[in-house]
């Protein structure tokens, strides 16, 4: 069995890499936190078949300091370096094979079997297995499915049966489903062959219910609900397939016709607020909203600058489609006390950069909403949060979702954590010029007062 150091500091991105190097290329992983402890080890055990290191743990450059010690040591041991190499050392790529996407696990196992010598068929036909799984509340939105459906029952270490729980085009109460969820289950199977064809049957089903002139306000928030988090999580997991960007879209003007269609912000508000749905798309609806609300306020109730808000909400938080809790954290502060490993508090601090990075993808994505996002916390480059008194000169449309998501914020806070509610203009004044954002606020007030 060969053996693998593995150096990581992030507990869920080691369980990843220890089981699918396991898996797929019967290795024994020996875990390690920083390169003194690697080097003592390879001081016993000089004969390793692999050391797989992340760039920087604790400010320590970790690939550095063991390259030196094989070098000087004469130890032909391959390492894979997990992140950015450092140009303070030149030549290290000559020496050690790189990944750059510290959270790729994928990349980072496929480049580790190959250096064990793991055949690049072998390895395609094990990572191609036969059942793909689907998230249970996928089929919350079907009566039925074009496949077969299936559970997983575990017979023994790494051996499992896949058994039939629903027949192609049989009608399934949803009693049947939610039996599932409340025992714990979180897939459900179906044929490898039928994965990307069935994204696209459940996003068919779910934009024609969108498109169902006659469900009422309070339905059409569960499926625009539903919809919105099947669309984030194939968008995030799969990228652009043109059945996703059709349920974004259907979404995205969902969001808008709820608007038009309820005049008055607060009433639609507390039935979003108030629904049964994730924090996530509750976040999204609502930005979306309180963006159009203040832009009829500024005289600026254009087709196209509603638009351009709904993709802002819909996409600014796809970064945390695994974990919604993140999105609560507003403030670097809250941030700083959150307590997070390290993966996560890099997620959470750039996640409006790489959502922009991810709206830009989109071709007919409106001009524009990539920077939106970029500041709708308070920065130009998508990265952390906005300080006291922040200067920055922001563009209009930045500066209205700006408001839109710290009223949107307080609103959640005050509903989810019993946070005594705050003036708006209060938290503007303790992070941004709101000179700049008078007439912003103004129109904001307006409807608060008028409703």
Known sequence: MAQVIVVEDNQTMLDLLTLNLKTFASADVIPRENAAEVIDLLSLLPSVDLIIAK???????????????????RLDIPVIIVGDVQ???PGIEEIATTVSDTKDWEEIVKTACKSLGVSEESLTKKMSPDFVPVPTRYFLSLESTFCDVYIRIKKGPGDYQFVKRIHQGEKYPMDVV?????????????????????????????VEKLNDKSIKLDEKIDIMAEGYSIALQEIYKMGFTSATVQLAES??????????????????????????TG???????????????ILKNMGRDKKE?????????????????????????????????SELDEFSWDLVFNHAQEAANIVRKLEDAPLDVDTIIKNHHGTTNGRGFATENNKTDFPKL?????????????LLAFKELGRKPRPIVDILKEKYDVSKMKDIIHALEKTIKNS
């Open 55 to 73: 760039n920087y743990i604790k400010n320590q450059n970790v690939p550095h300091a063991i390259v030196d010690f094989l070098i000087d040591n």
């Open 87 to 89: 140009e303070d050392y």
């Open 178 to 206: 939610n039996k599932y969820i409340n025992q714990g289950l979180k897939h459900f199977y179906i044929a490898k062959e039928y994965e990307e064809n069935f994204t696209n049957f459940v996003s068919n089903q779910l």
């Open 251 to 276: 979404i995205v003007h969902s969001m808008i016709d709820t608007f038009k269609v309820n005049p008055e912000m607060s009433p639609l508000l507390f039935k979003i607020i108030n629904s049964k």
């Open 279 to 293: 924090y996530l798309y509750r976040h999204a609806h609502m930005c979306s909203i309180v963006s159009s609300e």
């Open 305 to 337: 600058l509603h638009e351009t808000m709904a993709y802002a909400a819909f996409f600014k938080d796809i970064a945390f489609v695994e974990n919604e809790e993140l999105a609560k954290i507003s403030t670097f502060n809250a941030l700083e006390e």
């Open 398 to 410: 930045s500066l209205i979702f700006i408001v839109a998501v710290e009223f949107t914020n307080e």
